[in-house]
């Protein structure tokens, strides 16, 4: 009977450390604390806007031109406010939307920027681009003209887009936020004559 009762309590210590092998559960009491101090995050924001130069409205129809003849024009301003709290890069170009592309690429474009040509040539190849500090505000002055009197390019239309577009680089540091302002622009042409 002893020996029986050995042999159960053999099996039993047995089965308690193959389940404590396999269970691979340990407790221990150990406990260490770090503290951290004067840690900062901040989040910022980028975001510019087009405005009226006349009175800082919110402007997204620029160039709205019926009838432009040869050495005709048009001069539109457009006030670019940089309203985050970083510093930004941003790029002008043009993309056609719609209408005659031979008379899209007759129009010409000039930008001025405080009064200094940033820009003069055909409205699809504008590219220009500057950088802003924050709450820095730029105005900028563009003249739309036609300098060519092909016949051909009476009655046409051209709808483009002057894109405003943050750049992802500002003094050489990676730009993660962005932001883009689109000036739509309608010009139709009107009629004219040659030699006449």
């Known amino acids: ?21 396999f269970s691979q559960v340990t407790d221990a009491d150990l406990l260490d ?3 951290v101090t004067a840690n900062t995050v901040r989040a910022t924001t980028l975001d510019f806007s087009n405005r009226d130069t006349a009175n800082e409205t919110g402007k997204s129809l620029f160039f709205s031109v019926q009838g432009l003849i040869p050495t005709g024009f ?5 006030r670019v406010k940089n309203e985050g709290e970083m ?3 941003y790029v002008l ?17 000039r930008v001025l ?5 940033e820009y003069s040539g055909p409205v699809l190849g504008l590219s220009f681009g ?7 505000k730029s105005d900028l002055v563009f ?3 036609l300098d060519d009197s092909n016949a051909s390019l009476t009655n046409d239309t051209c709808a483009f887009n002057i894109v405003v577009t943050s750049q992802g680089v500002v003094d050489g540091e990676t730009i993660r936020f962005s932001d883009e302002e689109i000036l739509q622009n309608q010009v139709t042409a009107g009629t004219w004559s040659i030699g006449g």
């Open 33 to 35: 604390r770090e503290e």
């Open 113 to 117: 920027s405080d009064w200094q040509t």
């Open 130 to 136: 500057t950088t802003m500090l924050a709450a820095e």
């Open 1 to 21: 009977m002893l020996f029986s009762k050995i042999k159960q309590a053999a099996r039993l210590l047995l089965a308690t450390a193959v389940i404590l092998l």
């Open 87 to 89: 510093a930004v890069s």
């Open 143 to 145: 003249v739309l003209s």
């Open 74 to 78: 048009q001069v539109e301003s457009v």
């Open 93 to 109: 170009a043009a993309t056609q939307t719609a209408g005659d592309a031979a008379f899209c690429n007759a129009l010409q474009l």
